[in-house]
């Protein structure tokens, strides 16, 4: 890693399958990132802005974005942030939290690396993070979508059957299905000025999914990874973006020397055409994205 580097990559994705509509959304992000980097020059610090930014955006499966639970009531959000200064935190199944980026963030404060479910909202009640409970018209509008897909006899969820979810139904209430597959995350990946890397990651998670589901995104190596090589973040159906350990296995490539673009594409070609997956990474000297489906993304590289 140099010290006397002044350039710098930042990264930013709105989900693979979310419209190239909100590539402005990508764009403020990446443009946030730029600016923290000139205030603290820190790879992290950006990356999170970056994300922090799109969970206040309302159109991506993030934040106050977050796709609505099968209940039409819950929203559980995950996610993790990683560095090459040793700072490592995640979130998963949380609720009501404004920002988990920032939550998984202050997570790396504390001796663990992890913290999920009723836990991490405590941890957040306690260091007095904002909340939010509203839902938006966007959410509503994303969840009857979905609704309907499940009344439908195509799989919401690639090779899960519709019935599955009513079978496994484990929400507090009961169903209430006429039994849009929604999967997207928003992601950053910053190679700072003194050639450090961070990865910030952020998602409401998968939809059609059962309460207490866990993706990728909070999972290192799964969907996101950083080291000395580079940074990595991954979206799509985290049930099979964990199968591949896909963020670190792309990391592999990049530090056993693959150009960046062939490390992607190598990555997106494990999955099956049906399944929805996108990356992107910065490496010393190269900032790239792939996906197998329309995604919203921005690029800012500063040589
Ligand atoms: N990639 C987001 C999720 O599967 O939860």
Redesign the pocket.
């Known amino acids: 890693m140099s010290e006397t580097q002044e350039g710098y990559a930042i990264v930013v994705h709105g989900?693979v399958g979310s419209p190239r509509d909100y590539d402005d959304g990508c764009e403020r992000a990446a443009g946030r990132a730029v600016e923290e980097l000139a205030i603290s020059a820190d790879a992290l610090e950006a990356a999170m802005a970056a994300v922090a930014e799109m969970e206040d955006d309302g159109r991506f499966?993030a934040g106050t974005g977050s796709v609505l639970c099968l209940d039409g009531a819950t929203v559980e959000m995950?996610a993790s942030i990683m560095d090459t200064r040793g700072r490592l935190g995640a979130v998963a199944c949380v609720q009501g939290i404004k920002n988990p980026v920032l939550l998984a963030r202050a997570v790396a404060d504390t001796p663990h690396w992890l913290l999920a479910g009723d836990g991490a909202n405590r941890f957040a009640a306690a260091i007095g993070h904002p909340l939010h409970h509203e839902i938006s018209e966007h959410q509503r509008a994303a969840h009857d979508k979905l609704r309907r897909a499940l009344a439908g006899s195509v799989p919401a969820m690639p090779g899960v059957d519709n019935k599955a979810f009513l079978r496994f139904w484990n929400y507090h209430n009961p169903a209430d299905l006429p039994p849009s597959a929604a999967?997207?995350?928003v992601g950053a990946v910053v190679r700072g000025p003194d050639g450090h890397f961070a990865v910030a990651c952020s998602?409401?998670?998968?939809a059609p999914?059962l309460l207490g589901?866990?993706?990728?995104?909070p999972i290192i190596g799964a969907?996101f990874y950083a080291g000395p090589h580079g940074a990595v973040a991954?979206?799509?159906?985290?049930?099979h973006?964990v199968r591949h350990l896909l963020a670190s296995r792309v990391y592999g490539w990049i530090e056993d020397g693959m150009p960046l673009e062939q490390a992607l594409k190598r990555g997106i070609d494990l999955f099956d055409p049906s399944i929805s997956v996108g990356l992107i990474a910065v490496t010393k000297t190269e900032a790239a994205f792939q996906a197998n489906r329309d995604m919203p993304r921005a690029r800012i590289v500063k040589a």
């Open positions: 989900g499966n995950d999967c997207d995350t998602t409401g998670g998968s999914s589901r866990v993706g990728d995104t969907g991954a979206t799509g159906i985290g049930e973006i």
